[in-house]
């Protein structure tokens, strides 16, 4: 029996679990399948975090987090979890690996997944040429032509990563207006690498043996079409949260959440199941910083601490 399982690594988990191992709390175990850090790590810049005054990539700038964080105490267990169940007053863990273990209390901090746009030929040639992560692959495009799909901060910081790289990257967003921050914005219009492509749409991507070959957008109002010889494309349209973990035997979720999928939470992030938390981009109108991400699972680790010692001391 551990007295508090924090489900997932990113920002949210590492922060509850260091504030919740520093606290006092014994046996607090961080799931975590690969190394801890999530999706922040594969963010190419990082400029806007307080009292980093430096410009940093995401994993030089979760690399000392998981020092500090496993600095008093945190347990760091590699299994991936498969289900979180309520059984009487304490919590079941459900591995991959078919073990099984008890928790007194539990916080959800599984982030998301980058979201498909489901345009044709996506699925074909994903990983051949239609790639989520500028970090991870931009590389293989130096000196050529890319596109990037995405209107939000994501995709303005990677259009403009990949210009350090790329000889040209098209910048396609279905609305004239993006939904980025000022700033941001201002930096990808002065930046004569990128070519803004607005109000358009893809229609089909592109290739054959090799991958992508190209992509043909069209004109939302106007209809008309224009084929991009581009051998990379680079999605931005969201992500969805990862619940999969509270899902039961019966197709139910284990706590409330609304129609996208988030969890339901307080402003202590408490959710409708009483020992069970949510931090970070999982919970419900969480904004997608990392600073809101920690300050969730500082939140969400003395919500437990509170619960902890009036439920079981």
Not at 233 to 251: A, E, H, K, P, S
Not at 257 to 267: I, R
Request: proline share 3%.
């Amino acid at each position: 029996m551990i007295n508090l399982a924090i489900i997932g690594g990113g920002p949210a988990g590492l922060t509850a679990g260091l504030y919740a191992t520093r606290g006092g709390i014994k046996d607090v175990v961080l799931f975590e399948r690969g190394a801890p850090g999530g999706q922040i790590t594969s963010s190419s810049e990082i400029e806007n975090y307080p009292g980093v005054k430096d410009v940093v990539s995401g994993l030089e700038f979760m690399q000392p987090w998981q020092e500090q964080c496993f600095r008093f105490g945190l347990e760091h267990n590699m299994n991936e979890v498969s289900k979180v169940s309520k059984n009487g007053d304490f919590f079941d863990i459900f591995l991959s690996d078919g073990s099984k273990v008890e928790a007194r209390a539990v916080i959800i901090c599984t982030g998301g997944s980058p979201k498909k746009s489901n345009i044709k030929g996506e699925s074909e040639f994903w990983g051949q040429g239609v790639s989520t992560c500028a970090t991870c692959d931009g590389f293989f495009y130096k000196n050529k032509e890319v596109a990037v799909l995405g209107g939000g901060d994501t995709a303005l910081e990677e259009a403009i990563y990949l210009t350090r790289m790329c000889k040209k990257v098209y910048l396609i967003h279905r609305r004239n207006e993006f939904r980025a921050v000022p700033i941001t914005v201002k930096h990808i219009k002065e930046n004569p690498k990128i070519e803004i492509l607005t109000p358009m749409i893809i229609d089909e991507i592109k290739g054959d043996s090799s991958g992508v070959t190209g992509i043909i957008v069209s004109d939302v109002n106007t209809k008309e079409k224009r084929e991009l010889n581009v051998p990379g494309l680079f999605i931005f349209v969201g992500y969805d949260v990862n619940t999969q973990v509270l899902r039961q035997d019966d197709g139910k979720m284990l706590c409330d959440t609304n129609d996208l999928g988030q969890v339901k939470v307080d402003l202590n992030m408490k959710t409708s199941v009483k020992g069970l938390f949510a931090a970070g981009d999982v919970r419900e109108s969480a904004m997608k910083q990392v600073v809101i991400a920690a300050g969730d699972g500082a939140v969400a680790a003395l919500s437990a601490m509170e619960y902890l010692q009036s439920q079981f001391n």
